[in-house]
């Protein structure tokens, strides 16, 4: 697989022209990033929550880590980590793990960390843990058009 089905039909539909950027297989964001030689600010990985009834994805650079009782402060909400089989369900054309950070093709709200506005280029998984899409900033946020902007990451060291 190099970019899920759901993903492609979205893209297409949106006419979102995309790159893909084969790499060595890798199982975390930091290790695509390096893989891929992309700077860890310009990968956004998504991580899912449920708030116990539904489902939504924060967006952050792979450089940063998610701060989740901030994000439930910004958003006035109790939050969790989505378990695996919860992701899975979800994301049921993608690898495991390997998810792409665009929530509306799979029916998800979306918050996107501040930090990723003004990105001149995105890079993300595609839906395997081999390839990475590559897009125009603009473009990514034509890809996630009903998203909320917040201040709910922090860098890693």
Do not use: W
């Not at 390096?34 to 708030?51: F, T």
């Amino acid at each position: 697989m190099t970019i899920a089905p759901t993903l492609q039909r979205y893209m297409a539909d949106k006419g979102i022209p995309y790159d893909l950027i084969p790499h060595e297989r890798a199982m975390t964001s930091l290790g695509n990033a390096q893989a891929g030689h992309i700077p860890r600010d310009r990968l956004a990985k998504g991580v899912m929550l449920s708030d116990g009834q539904h489902y939504m994805l924060a967006v952050m650079p792979a450089s940063h880590h998610l701060r989740l009782s901030d994000l439930k402060t910004e958003l006035g909400q109790e939050l969790r980590l989505a378990s695996e089989d919860e992701i899975v369900g979800v994301f049921r054309d993608c690898d495991r793990g390997a998810i792409p950070p665009i929530g509306s093709c799979y029916g998800l709200e979306v918050i996107i960390e501040n930090s990723m506005d003004g990105q001149q280029d995105v890079y993300f998984e595609g839906g395997d843990h081999a390839t990475l899409v590559h897009i125009r900033g603009d473009d990514f946020a034509r890809l996630n058009p009903k998203a909320q902007h917040g201040s709910f990451s922090e860098r890693m060291t």
